[in-house]
């Protein structure tokens, strides 16, 4: 049953990917997990670059094997990434989060000076929309992002919280109200700001229960300027752009979760295949095989709600609009899954579920609680899903 969406073609890719991250990854894994070693992870970042992997998503940038390189691919480049470090996988995530907008929106010369280094894995990016009073709801955001026409230059102002990569990104993707005098959805903006403006700053990094490795922290702008060619897309336009990020978002971390879910089972399938307790293996206990069972079902709901929204997307037939449910039954299923996997595991294991000395169990139960919260929390999905459902109910938040 597993696997029923993928070609052939798909199957290799993912066994491909996978000798390419035991190469690239699964050594410096313990470095950026222990350690928190940034210069491992953006020595993995580089090699992911120098192999191709992160054109995946941009077919006249691709130049590797596959016939129709797509979402499918760069999700089980981010599932089989998440099954090693999650950590890591954030950083696949966001680069493509960033490239995103740039490939589709930038003009020619700001798509060569950023989208080209961040593609080849020798810049890295981020994504700037969460502020403190506005998570979740996004059009709360009061960040400015003002035209100076004089200067012909784009001046921001504003303060952004949880930002993966604040502070080591090469260049930030910030979304910000251009027009106060309409609602966000018609007055929102999209700037790149290059590190090293004047004005940007990163006042404070944050220490998460997970992810170690990984950067995430405040980001402040003070009358920060970039030239007007910085715009990405249209001005005030910049709600569309974000809206249109968010599907292949939720895809990627519905691969996320899916890695993160089975790197769990392999765990406890193992030890419940090794342990004895009173005399016979812990797998042939109904208390713990009722366990596994119900992670395998979930790996495979998950796995088909993944590629099933990432054949959808990649076939474009599907309006962004008509996207956004099968995007969020992906991501809500699968990152729950994660959830669910990672707290099982633990049981199953025991004492060596919690103690670094016998694994990563309790790693990937550290890692796995932001999947529910990142990119879209799990209440706001069931509100999309809802909305797709009940239209003519308007269900409200
Ligand atoms: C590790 C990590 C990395 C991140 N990286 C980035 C990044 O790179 N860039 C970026 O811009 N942001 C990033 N974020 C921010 C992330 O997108 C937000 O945390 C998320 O959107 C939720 O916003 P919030 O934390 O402000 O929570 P809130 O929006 O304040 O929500 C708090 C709780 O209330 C619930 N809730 C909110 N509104 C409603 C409602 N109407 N009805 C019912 N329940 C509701 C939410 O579901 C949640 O459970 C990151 C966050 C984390 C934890």
């Known amino acids: 049953m597993r696997d029923f969406l993928l070609s052939d073609e798909d199957r290799a890719f993912r066994s491909e990917v996978r000798d390419f991250l035991a190469r690239e990854l699964v050594p410096r894994a313990p470095a950026i997990e222990i350690e928190e070693d940034w210069e491992a992870v953006r020595a993995a970042v580089r090699a992911l670059g120098e192999s191709g992997y992160l054109t995946l998503m941009f077919p006249d940038l691709y130049r590797g094997d596959l016939s129709k390189p797509g979402l499918t691919h760069a999700a089980l480049l981010s599932e089989e990434a998440a099954s090693v470090n999650y950590a890591f996988e954030t950083t696949i995530a966001t680069a493509l989060s960033c490239a995103f907008p740039l490939y589709r929106e930038a003009v020619p010369a700001l798509r060569e000076r950023y989208l080209a280094p961040i593609v080849e894995g020798r810049e890295i990016g981020a994504i700037c929309v969460t502020e403190p009073e506005a998570g979740s709801d996004t059009s709360a955001m009061s960040t400015r992002i003002e035209y100076d026409a004089e200067r012909d230059e784009w001046s921001i102002n504003g303060f952004k919280r949880y930002i993966s990569n ?22 929102m903006s999209a700037v790149a700001v290059p590190a090293g403006t004047p004005g940007l700053g990163f006042p404070r990094p944050y220490h998460l229960i997970g992810r170690r490795g990984c950067k995430v922290g405040e980001v402040e702008f003070r009358d920060c300027r970039v030239p007007g060619d910085h715009l990405l897309g249209e001005r005030d336009k910049g709600f569309r752009i974000m809206l249109g990020m968010f599907n292949f978002e939720r895809v990627i971390l519905g691969g996320a979760g899916l890695g993160v879910a089975r790197s769990a089972f392999e765990l406890a399938r193992r030890h419940a295949q090794r342990r004895v307790a009173y005399g016979r293996k812990l797998g042939s206990k109904q208390l713990i095989w009722d366990k596994i069972v119900e992670m395998s079902w979930r790996i495979d709901a998950a796995e088909l709600l993944t590629y099933r929204a990432a054949k959808l997307f990649d076939a474009g037939t599907l309006t962004a609009k008509d996207l956004v449910k099968p995007a969020s039954m992906a991501k809500l299923v699968a990152t729950h899954t994660a959830n669910v996997c990672a707290d099982q595991t633990v049981q199953i294991l025991g004492g060596d579920g919690l103690a670094k000395e016998f694994g990563r169990a309790e790693q990937i139960y550290r890692d796995a609680r932001a999947l529910t919260i990142v990119g879209g929390t799990s209440e706001m999905m069931r509100y999309l899903i809802a909305s797709a459902d009940l239209p003519e109910l308007k269900p409200d938040l």
Request: no cysteine; proline share 9%.
């Open 166 to 187: 604040a502070s080591v990104a090469d260049v930030y993707i910030v979304y910000g109200i251009s027009d106060p005098d309409v609602p966000a959805q018609r007055g």
